[in-house]
Structures are given as structure tokens and as C-alpha cells.
């Protein structure tokens, strides 16, 4: 294995404890006066990423992904383990498949999001980097790019 810590996994997991794996924007909120509990939610107001792994018996929180490594704990997870991933958030799940496969799905998203995609006067380059899902699209593909190399 890649060596890479996983911060949800409790005693005894590995990757192949997951049949399926999926990442999902996340946001913290306020229950209560002091308690605080992390709820999916748009891409644009999210905090952090989480991934979660199918057990077969529901989904359970694998990481919790710091700025930039989402895309090397999804990596990690693909790289000992025949799972499919998917993107989640309020309004979409993805078709499972292939980490790279992600990587496209999150590519269609963006650009079914983007106004003026398809009528290029009105399209502005930025758009699609200026989107909420373009920065773990590329972590993605660079987390790939790095397992290739390696």
C-alpha cells in the first residue's frame, strides 16, 4: 500500500474493507449550543471533502480531506483495491466507476453547469477552472498521473 493514512478508518480497516468508495462535499454545522456535525452539501460551500467506502451494510466515513489530498487518498484507495468511485453531493451522484472514470464524470459536470458551454461567444475559459468541482477533478488527475509515473 501507498502508505497513506487514512483518518476515518477504525481499527482493522483496509481499502479492501470497501466494496465501493465515494467523495462528497462536506461542511461543518452546529447542533445545539456546543455540538458540531458535518453534513453533505453543494460544492461551493464546502469546507473540506470526505470520502466515504461502501461496507455492503451502508456507507461509513473513510478521510476527511485536508486542502490538497483528496486526490492521493483516492489514488491510495484505487491502488490495491478493484472499487468503483463516485462523486456525491445534494443534487448528484455519479455513475460509479474507475478513478479515472470520476475524473471525467467530474469533467461532464462541470461543463452540463457551466452557462454559454455550448455556445462559445458566450463561454468564458475561466468557467471551467473557476469551478467548485475543477480543483478535485485535477487532483484527481495529477494523483493519477503521479501512480503512473511511479
Known amino acids: 500500500?501507498?502508505?497513506?493514512?487514512?483518518?476515518?478508518?477504525?481499527?482493522?480497516?483496509?481499502?479492501?474493507t470497501f466494496t465501493d468508495f465515494r467523495?462528497?462535499?462536506?461542511?461543518?454545522i452546529r447542533e445545539?449550543?456546543?455540538?458540531?456535525?458535518i453534513e453533505v452539501c453543494s460544492p461551493a460551500g464546502r469546507a473540506f471533502w470526505s470520502i466515504y467506502g461502501d461496507t455492503g451494510a451502508g456507507w461509513r466515513l473513510v478521510h476527511d480531506a485536508e486542502a490538497d489530498d483528496a486526490g492521493l487518498a483516492l489514488a491510495?484507495?484505487?491502488e490495491n483495491t478493484a472499487a468503483r468511485f463516485e462523486?456525491?453531493?445534494?443534487?448528484?451522484?455519479?455513475?460509479?466507476?474507475?478513478?479515472a472514470d470520476l475524473a471525467d464524470r467530474l469533467a461532464e459536470h462541470i461543463h452540463d453547469e457551466i452557462p454559454g458551454y455550448d455556445n462559445p461567444e458566450d463561454?468564458?475559459?475561466?468557467?471551467?477552472?473557476?469551478?467548485?468541482?475543477?480543483?478535485?477533478?485535477?487532483?484527481?488527475l495529477e494523483a493519477i498521473e503521479n501512480e503512473a509515473a511511479a
Open 23 to 28: 467523495v462528497s462535499p462536506v461542511r461543518m
Open 123 to 140: 463561454f468564458r475559459g475561466n468557467d471551467f477552472d473557476a469551478h467548485p468541482l475543477s480543483e478535485l477533478r485535477e487532483q484527481i
Open 32 to 37: 445545539g449550543t456546543d455540538a458540531e456535525a
Open 76 to 78: 491510495a484507495l484505487s
Open 1 to 16: 500500500m501507498s502508505g497513506f493514512s487514512f483518518n476515518g478508518f477504525v481499527a482493522g480497516d483496509t481499502p479492501a
Open 87 to 99: 462523486y456525491a453531493d445534494l443534487e448528484t451522484v455519479t455513475v460509479a466507476g474507475t478513478l
